[in-house]
């Protein structure tokens, strides 16, 4: 054997450790999920929906990513003929409103301005935050709540002030000390989002 292709395979064994010790700790942040917020944020949106009520997502980066493809979901994903549609907006979807509010006024107001223009009672605002402490999220669930607003977050790790400032919150149980804590973090929030989609889907009457 080629000292060059003992290196490829070398080098392909420490990968493959690497990525199967990846895919057990993602797993075994899924076998604790909190099945009982989810089911209560399955329930609300359920509710909105019947009742006719809009739903405000939103998220930064990756989350911003996982915002617009539950808005997605929940907006065509779940559409049958002659059963009540969602009302469905995602927030970070409006480049040019959201680069208007961010460069006049602050990044900080690019949820919470929207919001307080589109919201009325009884909606429904999500905000999709790995941290639970992104500023802008934070700022919109105040207006949410001030507006009478049902408010949800999907965050991980220990859920950050986000979750002292929403009505249900789901916290995927990532571990921030760990270097690849982010990445497990945001790979439960797309399974819960993904198992929310999937259980209104199943229950549309």
């Known amino acids: 054997?080629?000292?060059?292709?003992?290196?490829?395979?070398?080098?392909?064994?420490?990968?493959?450790?690497?990525?199967?010790?990846?895919?057990?700790?993602?797993?075994?942040?899924?076998?604790?999920?909190?099945?009982?917020?989810?089911?209560?944020?399955?329930?609300?949106?359920?509710?909105?929906?019947?009742?006719?009520?809009?739903?405000?997502?939103?998220?930064?980066?990756?989350?911003?990513?996982?915002?617009?493809?539950?808005?997605?979901?929940?907006?065509?994903?779940?559409?049958?003929?002659?059963k009540t549609r969602f009302k469905v907006i995602s927030l970070n979807d409006n480049t040019p409103l959201l680069t208007a509010y961010a460069n006049d006024c602050g990044y900080d107001t690019v949820f919470a301005e929207p919001l307080a223009s589109l919201a009325e009672p009884g909606d429904v605002a999500m905000a999709i935050s790995s941290s639970g402490n992104s500023p802008n999220v934070l700022r919109a669930m105040d207006v949410a709540r001030e507006r009478g607003l049902t408010t949800i977050g999907i965050t991980g790790f220990e859920g950050g002030r986000l979750k002292e400032k929403v009505d249900v919150c789901v916290i995927v149980p990532a571990d921030s000390r760990h270097p690849d804590g982010m990445q497990h973090a945001e790979d439960g929030q797309w399974v819960v989002l993904h198992a929310i989609f999937a259980a209104i889907c199943y229950g549309i009457e």
Do not use: W
């Open 1 to 82: 054997m080629s000292p060059y292709l003992g290196t490829i395979l070398e080098k392909g064994k420490e990968f493959m450790g690497s990525t199967y010790q990846y895919f057990e700790e993602t797993s075994k942040i899924l076998q604790n999920m909190p099945l009982a917020e989810i089911a209560q944020v399955i329930d609300i949106l359920k509710r909105a929906r019947t009742e006719g009520q809009r739903i405000f997502v939103m998220g930064n980066g990756g989350s911003a990513a996982m915002a617009s493809h539950f808005a997605c979901d929940l907006g065509k994903g779940t559409v049958q003929e002659g």
